[in-house]
């Protein structure tokens, strides 16, 4: 039997739906959309390699989750395509979008069985429905839709693409170079994924466990700054040194919110040595954070936050923090939660050094149900 790679396509922005998450990490029990295809695929067929072709900021965080190559994507299909073929090794590919998740077993055995027959193997479907272009009915009999996973000879398919541009799969590609393209039976199901219901027609739930981080943070006074606690500026003669804006309050957040998304930490997002974040707003990069977070699949449920302060006296600005962290964190203000206290002049913070701050973010994945 000839060598097979997978390739799966899972580069895209999800901009067409409007979704906070982007589609390749909606989840499926616990597991992103991207692993559980692959994991599928590998379970019918032993593939050399799994090649998945990624959105350019997701390559790391995805190699790291995964133990198969994953390479830098690209705005199109065919981009991603090509940076895919460049690091496949098997003599042929089999290449699918990762949205098509409910393709079913069947589907993928009859497009491999074929494999050496032709350099290119598709799925299809017949047209029922009478189809019109506006002035008159076009001939349903010549046309078919097409879909993944598509099976193609790797050189060949590297060929084509050197010489032609512009085809939105492999089969017309294929076929436009002048390659034979057999044809198997698609199925309905092989469609690409929306939302809702045909979604939760094929696919598990996802897992409402709930998904905890800590944070921590210190930052010493220094005369002569503004001081910015949670948002909020506070009437002191001392602000923080720090290489941003010193808000400790919101970098023990931020580092709670990436805790419970398995992201690392602030200093990994946002380096000291890059000059970009000098006097950086930490409100700024608390919103970048929670965009980050929930691109890669995850909503904010809750946060609480502890400041320990001997100076200044934080209680009078209890409240407007937790609005600013409403609105900054989009949620409910009854989902923040604020405590501030003294250490009763023990250690550093009650020499008056500095302040401290704790947090604790509850994250849970994106209900994909609720569209
Ligand atoms: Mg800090």
Request: hydrophobic fraction near 45%; glycine fraction near 8%.
């Amino acid at each position: 039997m000839p060598s097979l790679s997978l390739v799966l396509l899972a580069a895209g922005d999800s901009t067409r739906f409007s979704l906070p998450v982007r589609k390749q990490w909606l989840r499926i029990g616990a597991q992103p959309l991207w692993a559980f295809v692959a994991d599928r695929f590998c379970r019918l067929h032993p593939f050399k390699e799994v090649i998945i072709a990624a959105h350019p900021d997701e390559v790391s965080h995805m190699a790291a989750l995964s133990e198969h190559r994953v390479v830098p994507g690209g705005t199109s299909r065919e981009v991603s395509l090509q940076s895919a073929l460049r690091v496949a090794t098997g003599e042929y590919v089999l290449v699918s979008d990762v949205a098509r998740a409910c393709v079913p077993d069947a589907v993928i055995h009859r497009v491999i069985e074929k494999m050496g027959e032709a350099p290119c193997v598709v799925p299809a479907l017949r047209v029922v429905d009478t189809l019109s272009d506006g002035t008159r009915a076009l001939d349903r009999d010549r046309l078919m839709r097409i879909q993944t996973p598509q099976l193609s000879h790797a050189d060949t398919l590297r060929e084509a693409l050197k010489q032609l541009s512009g085809y939105t799969d492999e089969s017309t590609l294929m076929a436009a170079y002048g390659q034979e393209v057999i044809t198997v039976a698609g199925d309905e199901r092989g469609a690409k994924l929306t939302f809702g219901d045909e979604l939760a027609g094929c696919l598990a739930p996802p897992s409402p466990e709930a998904l905890i981080g800590q944070g921590f943070d210190v930052h010493s006074f220094e005369p002569g700054k503004s001081m910015v606690l949670c948002g909020v500026a506070i009437d002191s003669p001392v602000g923080f040194k720090a290489h941003s804006d010193g808000d400790v309050a919101l970098h023990a957040l931020m580092d709670a919110i990436l805790g419970a998304a398995g992201l690392g930490d602030i200093g990994e997002l946002f380096p000291d040595s890059d000059a970009a974040y000098a006097g950086a707003d930490s409100a700024v990069l608390l919103q970048q954070v929670c965009s980050r977070v929930h691109k890669l699949g995850f909503e904010l449920r809750g946060v609480d936050i502890t400041l320990m302060a001997q100076k200044p006296r934080l209680a009078p600005y209890k409240a407007a923090m937790r609005r600013r962290l409403a609105t900054l964190l989009g949620l409910y203000a009854e989902r923040i939660n604020l405590k501030a206290t003294t250490t009763e002049r023990l250690g550093f913070i009650g020499r008056e050094e500095g302040v401290a701050a704790m947090a604790l973010a509850n994250l849970g994945y994106y209900d994909w149900r609720r569209r």
